[in-house]
């Protein structure tokens, strides 16, 4: 499976922005999907995940309350919406993906992602 991610860009602090992860290869629905960011400098860090058909989901606390994860298997896709941007949101994100997967199954660990799409960047202005 191939992962695409897009939508990033250069924003000011409390805008809003949208995240797109295309799934090619095999249906999405067939995976545990995540986004992980990194920072320059720093380590690439947990995001958000979303259960096989979208009904769980997890969210690092930087971001909870104003992130939303959700997925459209019709579509292959997964987004993250980010909303109130803070300059510490400034950084390059990856969607990740994860075949063995059962109903209902969210993973959060970085090292149980089987397959990674390119980063986009997304830069927050203060």
């Known amino acids: 499976v191939q992962l695409q991610a897009s939508g990033g860009g250069l924003v000011q602090a409390g805008d809003s922005l949208m995240l797109s992860c295309v799934t090619s290869?095999?249906?999405?629905?067939?995976?545990?999907m995540g986004w992980f960011r990194q920072a320059p400098g720093k380590e690439r860090e947990f995001v958000a995940a979303i259960s096989l058909g979208g009904t769980r989901k997890a969210y690092s606390d930087s971001v909870k309350g104003r992130f939303a994860i959700s997925r459209d298997n019709a579509k292959n896709t997964m987004y993250l919406r980010m909303n109130r941007l803070k300059p510490e949101d400034t950084a390059v994100y990856s969607c990740a993906a994860r075949g063995r997967a059962v109903t209902g199954m969210v993973v959060v660990r970085e090292s149980d992602f089987e397959y990674w799409g390119q980063g986009t960047l997304v830069t927050v202005s203060s």
């Open positions: 290869g095999r249906p999405s629905s067939n995976y545990v």
